[in-house]
Nanobody, 126 residues
Framework: QVQLVESGGGLVQPGGSLRLSCAAS????????IGWFRQAPGKEREGVSC????????NYADSVKGRFTISIDNAKNTIYLQMNSLISEDTGVYYC???????????????????WGQGTQVTVSS
């Protein structure tokens, strides 16, 4: 019933850009916040960014601040992550998940997030 489906990943050169999409269905987006996360091979899953379902507030991990932008299109029930100036350290599987009502303060961690999507692979390489 509740679904979050990531798409838009792929292979991109360093310095390039990519836009990821998270399609939400089966729930009322306004009651939730949506976070983007990533996981590189052999590393823990880390929070990247979070946005309120209303679109009124966002946060970012320090590692992506100034390069990534999270946004939401409520008419399409879709959350986007625009990734610019990509570097090799951005490589990993990117996931979206939901958190009740609000984004945790600071860079989002995994605590309190659920309904994880299947992920989409982002590879930054020459």
């Amino acid at each position: 019933q509740v679904q979050l489906v990531e798409s838009g990943g792929g292979l991109v050169q360093p310095g390039g850009s990519l836009r990821l999409s998270c399609a939400a269905s089966g729930f009322t987006l306004d009651y939730w916040a949506i976070g983007w996360f990533r996981q590189a091979p052999g590393k823990e899953r880390e929070g990247v960014s979070c946005i309120l379902g209303s679109g009124g507030s966002t946060n970012y991990a320090d590692s992506v601040k100034g390069r990534f932008t999270i946004s939401i299109d409520n008419a399409k029930n879709t959350i986007y992550l625009q990734m610019n100036s990509l570097i090799s350290e951005d490589t990993g599987v990117y996931y979206c998940a939901r958190h009740w009502r609000s984004c945790p303060p600071g860079a989002p961690g995994v605590a309190g997030f659920g309904s994880w999507g299947q992920g989409t692979q982002v590879t930054v390489s020459s």
